[in-house]
């Protein structure tokens, strides 16, 4: 029954309808549109192709560089901090202790919530001039930061919130941690190695292959940030955490340059693909598989 | 043939099934009879179990005919053939009740409900599952599962019994219970089954009938004593029969109309053989199973001796194993009487039951028969 | 559980030390992670003059003014609106997420599909292509389709398995099945719709949960893409009300919002209480089984 090709494509049909029609279709004209000045409020028929004009026009853009540097900023601060701490985190929940499933729910509550817009509402009031944080400095005797308002500070806001939202990666990670066999850290401690070196010998070694699904996902997510800085800080001030997200939607949404906002997808696009490409060509140096996986084959 | 009276339940004609341009079966061609429990045999891989899938109909041959009950059906749906599979892990519905993993077949027929329910309680009652029907299979022992993994396939009354090893998740001592109660059951249904398994015990106790796998290709087909009797060649030989026949290789010196005669390490040993044919000087293998190499008695010169290398007591029963003297190759094993005086090292001269003694050409084919064996004819099998 | 004996070496306590350690790190971070929560809650249950004036979260004198004037919200319409408005996007998105992922994850984990490791690659790819890329043309096309301001391009892709994650999720599970279970169906008579449908949807209904649940936050959670399509305010979902709310009344009600906000995230608390091994197991699928 398996072996039925026609079968077989029956049910991938779908994916493949759905593939063509919203992403391989708009992926293309992305591209197209970006090598145009279409605007929003115009019929496409009336935008002139401009050639790589979008391209070089962004040398000149202040903006596009300065947000740029804000989404550099972003992903290199949240994604190394964020997968430190979850695995951390991680390597300290996987002990046998009493209550150990509530830490874990408290931690991992944040990443499912952690998206909304509630809870960025929640973050602008936190970080606001009477919110929680300068409330807290203030009854230690600490006068307030105007968090929001000034360009570090904001940026240190809205990567506070990415952080807070460490629980997902922490979960993967504790997944991979109880997957390693208990016997090796018997041997290792009757081989004498120290804790400390248990943990660079061999924890982290038969981790890589769970670090590097974090790292993808983490560098993925990170570059695509709309939310939190959107609604917390609206990408202010003076642009501080303006990531290239919000620019795409502005210059599309608000400004109505569609090339313009094309050409910016895909340069995040690009962007994205060489991390994604340089972490997988380099998975072969760092991620150590200890079983051979599961060739890509199913039925007969 | 439809219309006429069908003797054979299944016939295979010259099938053939290669997956990714690899042959694994290669040209097999096979009668089972009405009411007969035929097992596949072999070791892994052999393609017994794919030959099992092609009569289910999970795969399709690549060339040749399957018929059941007189139609063909070399490319019917698995459910229109008129097969139940009993699977080796059992394969029950995890989500299902075992009184729903019986019927489902019969639900997805579309029979009316008070005949499932009828049916089904037959069948448990019949399997001893009654108590067992509301429960889920995560709930049930090994041996309860397999009952109802036989139960589900008896519900459907079908022409023929598929098993794809269905004991080799069970352990050593349940084995043997189930063994005999599919024995039991097969009796009782007077059904046709083909029964697959790698162990050879279960072969040669549960079968009217073997069919030796080897490669893709049958080895020997026939009554599981025939086999003992009379293997074809040195595969089977080696495969029927535990511990396995020794095999001594040697030089024919001559061979007469009533015994061939054989240069060994240790001297001329003539084998009695009726009318079989060897050329003088021609390499040869002489099998000689466990059970017929004894230990001389004093006084009796024997016609091997060798060393006593080791010594395995299993209580009723004890395998010694020797080093025959000049012979190249692994030692010989003797089944001995549990209380048999025999000890490490021990020099030990050795008798055989020459006319128990099997001959192999050079090509591993038998070289006449057994005189002990050559007029007892066990069930229809023949040597192919 | 451990204890502690002094007149053996300081080996003995190492336990101790280590349970006491871990304990100590992990209520710590605990509590800077929930708090926001907690104050959030808490201030939802304040008055305004109260959450100004203190960083505990349980409040002096509760009161529900927060709820019962921030559930009438700014504008015409209750908050009951935007309730349902997410609602009704919601449910029928994760509806078809659930049943396009698995009658493609089907055809993947199962079936000699011509160009299947072509096809695979690309659903693997739509999961790290950035969205934005593809928002605009979306957009215009949707625009074309005459589907602005209606949800139709909040969940309408979703039926063709646009989610390649979850498809993903689902493959792995159904690859761990024995495939004789499904083969013992065939020989009881199935169609490979009726083994899917009747045998492999039941056995992995915990992935079927857990894409189901993913889809729900996710969705609750989606906010662009409401924010692109929808114009009309009678259409939005709570998630643009509380935007829009914030803009028009942040100075002065923070407790209505705050209550507003805990109203918005309390289906997925509740569901994440409710669930949480669905969301570990969906999540680790991927990554550790992969």
């Known amino acids: 029954m398996y072996n ?17 029609l919203f992403t391989a279709f708009p992926f293309v004209a992305s591209f197209i549109l970006s090598l145009t000045d279409a605007r929003l409020q115009d019929q496409l028929g009336a935008a002139q192709f401009t050639g790589v004009a979008n391209y070089t026009g962004m040398v000149a853009d202040s903006t596009f560089q300065k947000s740029l540097g804000v989404t550099f900023a972003y992903v290199f601060i949240t994604v190394p901090l964020k997968l430190a701490f979850a695995l951390f985190i991680a390597v300290v929940l996987n002990f046998k202790l009493r209550g150990i499933g509530l830490f874990r729910t408290a931690f991992y509550l944040p990443s499912i919530l952690g998206g909304s817009v509630a809870i960025a509402v929640v973050w602008r009031f936190v970080f606001a001039g009477d919110g929680l944080i300068n409330q ?31 629980g997902s990666a922490m979960v993967v990670f504790l997944a991979g941690l109880k997957a390693i066999p208990e016997d090796l850290y018997e041997a290792a401690d009757l081989d004498g190695a120290s804790r400390m070196k248990q943990f660079w010998m061999i924890t982290l070694p038969l981790l890589t292959p769970v670090l590097f699904f974090n790292f993808i996902m983490q560098i993925v997510q990170a570059f695509q940030e709309f939310n939190g800085p959107y609604i917390i800080t609206a990408g202010g001030p003076l642009k501080s955490s303006y990531l290239l997200p919000l620019m795409i939607y502005e210059e599309a949404f608000k400004y109505f340059n569609l090339g313009y906002s094309s050409a910016l997808s895909w340069v995040l696009f690009i962007i994205i693909a060489i991390f994604t490409a340089v972490a997988f060509w380099s998975q072969k140096h760092w991620v150590f598989y200890a079983q051979d996986r599961g060739d890509d084959k199913g039925g007969h | 043939m439809r219309g006429n009276v069908v003797t054979n339940s299944v016939k295979l004609t010259d099938v053939k099934k290669s997956f990714n341009g690899h042959d694994v079966i290669k040209g097999v061609s096979l009668d089972v009879q009405k009411g007969e429990m035929v097992v596949f045999v072999g070791p892994s891989g052999c393609g017994k179990s794919t030959l099992l899938r092609l009569i289910a109909g999970l795969d399709t041959p690549t060339s040749g005919q399957i018929e059941i009950a007189g139609n063909d059906v070399t490319y019917a749906h698995p459910s229109k053939r008129g097969v139940a599979m009993v699977f080796q892990s059992y394969a029950l519905y995890p989500h299902m009740t075992v009184a729903d993993n019986i019927a489902f077949a019969l639900k997805i027929q579309g029979l009316p409900k008070a005949e499932i329910d009828a049916k089904v309680r037959d069948v448990a009652e019949v399997l001893q599952l009654t108590h067992l029907l509301k429960r889920r299979p995560k709930a049930l022992s090994g041996g309860q599962r397999q009952r109802v993994a036989i139960g589900r396939a008896i519900v459907r009354e079908p022409d023929v019994f598929l098993f794809d090893e269905p004991l080799s998740n069970l352990d050593a001592s349940l084995r043997g219970q189930m063994r005999v109660e599919i024995a039991r059951l097969h009796t009782k249904l007077n059904a046709t089954s083909v029964y697959v398994t790698h162990d050879q015990v279960e072969a040669m106790t549960l079968a009217d009938k073997i069919v030796v796998l080897n490669a893709g290709r049958i080895e020997q087909i ?20 535990s511990p396995r026949m020794n095999i001594l290789g040697a030089k024919v010196r001559s061979s007469s109309g009533e015994a061939v005669t054989l240069d060994t390490p240790q001297g001329v040993l003539a084998i009695p053989r009726t009318g079989a044919q060897a050329a003088t000087g021609a390499s040869i293998s002489l099998g000689i199973r466990p059970e017929n190499l004894h230990v001389a008695a004093a006084g009796e010169e024997g016609h091997l001796s060798g060393y006593v290398i080791l010594i395995e007591r299993l209580g009723g029963e004890t395998f010694a194993y020797v080093t025959l003297k000049g012979f190249d190759g692994e030692p010989v094993i003797l089944k001995l009487d549990g209380e048999a005086q025999v000890h490490n090292h021990q020099e030990v001269r050795l008798t055989v039951d020459l006319n128990r003694a099997h001959l192999f050409d050079e090509a591993g084919l038998a070289v006449g028969v057994s005189p002990d064996f050559a007029d007892k004819t066990d069930g229809s099998g023949h040597v192919q | 559980m451990v204890t502690a004996t002094i007149d053996t070496g300081w080996r003995k306590h190492l336990p101790v030390l280590n349970a006491f350690l871990r304990y100590g790190i992990l209520i710590l971070v605990g509590f800077v992670m929930i708090y926001p929560l907690l104050w959030m809650i808490g201030g939802a249950f304040k008055n305004n003059a109260e959450i100004f004036s203190s960083i505990g979260f349980i409040p002096k004198a509760p009161t529900t003014d927060g709820f019962v004037n921030g559930w009438k919200t700014s504008t015409e319409y209750s908050f009951a609106t935007y309730l349902l408005n997410t609602m009704k996007i919601v449910i029928p998105k994760v509806i078809v997420t659930v049943i396009s992922s698995v009658v493609v994850a089907y055809g993947f984990a199962r079936f000699a599909i011509p160009g299947r490791k072509w096809l695979f690659a690309l659903l693997m790819a739509t999961v790290l292509l950035p969205k934005s890329v593809l928002l605009i043309p979306q957009y215009l096309m949707f625009r074309e389709f005459g589907w602005l301001d209606t ?11 646009t989610e390649g994650f979850f498809v993903f999720m689902i493959i792995q599970f159904m690859r761990t099945l024995p495939l004789d279970m499904e083969e013992a169906a065939v020989m009881d008579g199935c169609n490979s719709f009726q083994v899917l449908t009747l045998i492999v949807c039941p056995v992995i209904l915990p992935a079927i ?82």
Not at chain 1, 4 to 20: A, E, H, M, Q
Request: no cysteine.
């Open chain 1, 4 to 20: 039925n090709k026609l079968i077989g494509s029956l049910y991938v049909t779908p994916f493949v309808i759905g593939f063509l």
């Open chain 1, 136 to 166: 807290g400095l203030g009854s230690l005797g600490i006068g307030g930061v105007n968090w929001l308002g000034e360009p570090t500070t904001a940026m240190f806001s809205i990567v506070l919130l990415r952080l807070w939202q460490f």
């Open chain 2, 222 to 241: 026939g009554a599981p004593m025939e086999l003992y009797r009379k293997p074809a060649n040195l595969f089977v030989a080696g495969f029927i029969g």
């Open chain 3, 151 to 161: 949800y139709l391009p909040l969940y309408a892709p979703q039926a063709f398995a």
């Open chain 3, 209 to 290: 949960i857990s894409v189901a649940l993913f889809q729900f936050m996710w969705s609750m959670n989606d906010f662009l893409q409401p924010l692109i399509y929808l114009s009309s305010v009678e259409k939005y979902p709570v998630a643009l009300a509380l935007k829009m709310s914030i803009d028009v009344t942040e100075a002065t009600s923070w407790n209505e919002i705050l209550a507003m906000s805990t109203i918005a995230i309390a289906p997925s608390l509740i569901l994440f209480f409710a669930a949480q091994k669905y969301f570990v197991e969906g999540l680790t699928s991927g990554a550790v089984k992969g």
